[in-house]
Nanobody
Framework: QVQLVESGGGLVRPGGSLRLSCAASGFTLGSYAVAWFRQGPGKEREKVSCISSSDGRTDYADSLKGRFTISRDNSKNTVYLQMNSLKPEDTAVYYC??????????????????WGQGTQVTVSS
């Protein structure tokens, strides 16, 4: 059964850090570009970051560059999102999704193939 499972969310204070994981089962995640998305309360889903399958190149939403880092460990069939200097506006449900095979396309923020169920991140004092 093809499945993506996110974990690592939780409650953190402003300025804190979290590392989210996106673990795949039933298929080889390393063959796919993988993206993180998020949806805050009352907001539309927005793209966060993408990592290619082929060469590990990464892309980020402009507003998140410098604070978030995406990485992958193909031996563990897992993609990670390290989030630092978190702000209350980062509060959202974070989802991972496959976004095609190979590199992150210029449109990676507009679609997803396989999706996880999401993990809640709450940034609050």
């Amino acid at each position: 059964q093809v499945q993506l499972v996110e974990s690592g969310g939780g409650l953190v204070r402003p300025g804190g850090s979290l590392r989210l994981s996106c673990a795949a089962s039933g298929f080889t995640l390393g063959s796919y570009a993988v993206a993180w998305f998020r949806q805050g309360p009352g907001k539309e889903r927005e793209k966060v970051s993408c990592i290619s399958s082929s060469d590990g190149r990464t892309d980020y939403a402009d507003s998140l560059k410098g604070r978030f880092t995406i990485s992958r460990d193909n031996s563990k069939n897992t993609v990670y999102l390290q989030m630092n200097s978190l702000k209350p506006e980062d509060t959202a449900v974070y989802y991972c999704a496959t976004v095609g095979m190979g590199p992150c396309s210029p449109w990676w923020g507009t679609y997803g193939d396989y999706w996880g169920q999401g993990t809640q991140v709450t940034v609050s004092s």
